[in-house]
């Protein structure tokens, strides 16, 4: 199908992204993989694409003392081009591989995914096992939120009018491990797994699982790989897909949780 | 309402302006406009690939792109490309190993091919097929392409 009509601005700055924003039926433009396709299928009907392409302060991968800040206009291609990214944030690194293909990664971005909170996307569910930050940017100043309060609902973030992801800071962690099943590669999720080991612990999150990425507290509490496939079934009811029953969601994510254990349980 | 923009493109080697609506994608651009009717337009929800196109040397799917946001870009498609003989590798070894058949996806499927062959590196396989696993093929079962690109892989480290 063909998109609606709509006007289209590309902001230059922050400064003009903000006024632009406001406007009404006013929709932001940044990749565009996930907001073109559900334009063409006239899922979206904006007044107005704010491209913030051409913003220059949203780019950017560096290494500050919090973290990795990677700016929200990180392609998916330039993560896994990233020799900081690889370093500092291997969990990052391991789930930009299953992000769709390359023609998409070209364009695709972080923000984007992260603004979008597609539940069976991978950038979601990283930044939950993370427990990552997501700085928000408004014309009156910034704003730090833990990736466990910016996923409300299904496709709903914590992002209030006039503001946009600016960037996500990732925490360095002990060990971590990405995993997932699709139908093809680079295809939604069926299940995947986010997981990682810091001093506090083992935090085990999951996309494909729900209407937001969702975390395992149950299972990342117990020592054994039988306790913790048994605790996944309290932790997780994960909603039927056109291909897959909630039970066989439930199996694989079991499946996955084995395939991590090893790396989650290794003695250090 | 009009919304149309007055962008400039340079597609395949040749400077083009035109005023275009936002709500355009770049592939009906291509195909409307300019008569560009190479890149073919499958689903136009960036799964199948076949508006695969190439803007400012990298892959992107044409239909997950206004055709406004490509001002100041440089685009080539399969026409240029085929003109210039950089994808004649491809085309005959496509060619000689039936890799295709109906022909609808092999424009994406070249651009997506000669994207890793001309990355210079050797790949698997695995490998080959990872980097086409967004662009269906419902005619071969991509045997023979994955055969065709692993050929010129091939002959263009040995060359």
């Known amino acids: 199908m063909k998109a609606p009509s709509f006007a289209y601005a590309r902001a230059k700055s922050l400064a003009e992204a903000f006024e632009l924003i406001e406007r009404p039926g006013a929709k932001i433009l940044a990749g565009g993989q996930s907001l073109i396709p559900s334009l063409n299928m006239r899922l979206a009907h904006p007044d107005l694409l704010v491209d913030i392409t051409g913003v220059g302060d949203l780019r950017g991968i560096e290494l500050k003392p919090s973290g990795l800040r990677i700016g929200a206009l990180a392609t998916h291609a330039q993560i896994e081009k990233s020799e900081l990214v690889a370093k500092h944030a291997p969990l990052l690194a391991e789930a930009v591989k299953h992000v769709a293909h390359p023609a998409i990664r070209n364009r695709g971005t972080i923000g984007g995914s992260l603004a979008l909170a597609d539940p069976a996307a991978e950038y979601p569910a990283v930044a939950l096992a993370l427990n990552a930050t997501i700085v928000l940017a408004h014309r009156r100043g910034e704003r730090r939120m833990s990736a466990e309060h910016f996923f409300k609902s299904l496709f709903e973030t914590d992002i209030r009018p006039g503001e946009l992801v600016a960037a996500v800071e990732l925490p360095k962690v002990e060990r971590s491990v990405f995993l997932e099943l699709a139908r093809r590669h680079g295809d939604y999720a069926i299940i995947g797994l986010a997981a990682v080991v810091s001093a506090s612990g083992k935090r085990i999150a999951f996309c494909g699982a729900g209407g937001t990425p969702v975390l395992a507290p149950l299972a990342a509490k117990e020592s054994t790989l039988e306790a913790a496939q048994r605790a996944l079934e309290k932790d997780l009811q994960p909603p039927a897909d056109l291909y897959h029953s909630s039970s066989t969601k439930l199996h694989l994510a079991k499946v996955l949780l084995s395939r991590a254990w090893n790396t989650l349980s290794k003695p250090h | ?159």
């Open chain 2, 1 to 159: 309402m009009e919304h149309a923009l007055e962008t400039t493109l340079t597609v395949n080697g040749q400077r083009v302006t035109r005023r275009i609506e936002p709500r355009q994608h770049l592939v009906d651009f291509l195909r409307e406009e300019l008569g560009l009717t190479g890149s073919h337009i499958g689903c136009e929800h960036g799964v199948c690939g076949a508006c695969t196109i190439r803007v400012n040397g990298e892959i992107v799917r044409g239909c997950l792109m206004l055709a406004v946001q490509a001002d100041g870009c440089t685009v080539e498609t399969i026409e240029g490309l085929t003109d210039s003989k950089e994808l004649a590798p491809l085309q005959k070894a496509f060619h000689e190993h039936n890799a295709l058949q109906c022909g609808f996806c092999t424009p994406g499927m070249l651009l997506a091919a000669q994207d890793l062959v001309r990355a210079g590196k050797k790949c698997s396989r695995d490998e080959i097929r990872e980097h086409i696993s967004g662009n269906y093929c419902r005619c071969t079962g991509y045997q023979s392409i994955v055969d065709a690109i692993e050929e010129v892989m091939r002959t263009e480290t040995h060359g």
